[in-house]
T-cell receptor, first 112, second 117 residues
Framework: DGGITQSPKYLFRKEGQNVTLSCEQN?????MYWYRQDPGQGLRLIYY???????QKGDIAEGYSVSREKKESFPLTVTSAQKNPTAFYLC???????????FGQGTRLTVV | GENVEQHPSTLSVQEGDSAVIKCTYSDSASNYFPWYKQELGKRPQLIID?????GEKKDQRIAVTLNKTAKHFSLHITETQPEDSAVYFCAASKPRGFSGGYNKLIFGAGTRLAVHP
């Protein structure tokens, strides 16, 4: 069954801790993205990757880090430097420029 | 940098009426304009897209128009139904070869559409 999978669905983090969100796709897509969704603010781009071993900062990269060691995987680490990490995080992938992006089901991160 | 503005932020219509959502983009190099629908608690899904070499595209009750000169594009939903109620996002990206990152998909802030029976 092809698709893009995020895990976990819900995640709780204590203040000062780093946490990593998983995103895996078996669609053979080159491009992958991480977005943050807050109420009333749409989808804001955190990081994106066009190809393995390469990634670019989006509009709100501060306090986040990513890696792209494999084509299938694009994990996002939310570091303690992110001042307001509580949000809904969406991962997406697409095959090429100007093609449909497919989204994972999202991870809701809450800082406790 | 690239920016996509979307209006209105909320839209309420009666069942059977039409709904129009408008977006404006800042980067004239953008050439791909998708629209996504996100139902409550679910992931965004593509409903229609348009490329810069086309002025209009239609798929049943949904249509998208593009004005490259004015750098804006619109989503039109006719004969709205309660199941059309959702948040709709427009987006824009530019092709390979342009500085600033190709395929950088930038979204608008979203429009919450409510269709009342």
């Amino acid at each position: 069954d092809g698709g893009i999978t995020q895990s976990p669905k819900y995640l709780f983090r204590k203040e000062g801790q780093n946490v990593t969100l998983s995103c895996e796709q078996n669609l053979n897509h080159d491009a992958m993205y991480w977005y943050r969704q807050d109420p009333g603010q749409g989808l804001r781009l955190i990081y994106y990757s066009q190809i393995v071993n390469d990634f670019q900062k989006g509009d709100i990269a501060e306090g986040y880090s990513v890696s792209r060691e494999k084509k299938e995987s694009f994990p996002l680490t939310v570091t303690s430097a992110q001042k307001n990490p509580t949000a809904f995080y969406l991962c997406a992938s697409s095959s090429a420029a100007g093609s449909e992006a497919f989204f994972g089901q999202g991870t809701r991160l809450t800082v406790v | 940098g690239e920016n996509v503005e979307q209006h209105p932020s909320t839209l309420s219509v009666q069942e059977g009426d039409s709904a129009v959502i408008k977006c404006t983009y800042s980067d004239s190099a953008s050439n791909y304009f998708p629209w996504y629908k996100q139902e409550l608690g679910k992931r965004p899904q593509l409903i229609i897209d348009i490329r810069s070499n086309v002025g209009e595209k239609k798929d049943q009750r949904i249509a998208v128009t593009l004005n490259k000169t004015a750098k804006h594009f619109s989503l039109h939903i006719t004969e709205t139904q309660p199941e059309d109620s959702a948040v709709y996002f427009c987006a824009a990206s530019k092709p390979r070869g342009f500085s600033g990152g190709y395929n950088k998909l930038i979204f608008g802030a979203g429009t919450r559409l409510a269709v009342h029976p």
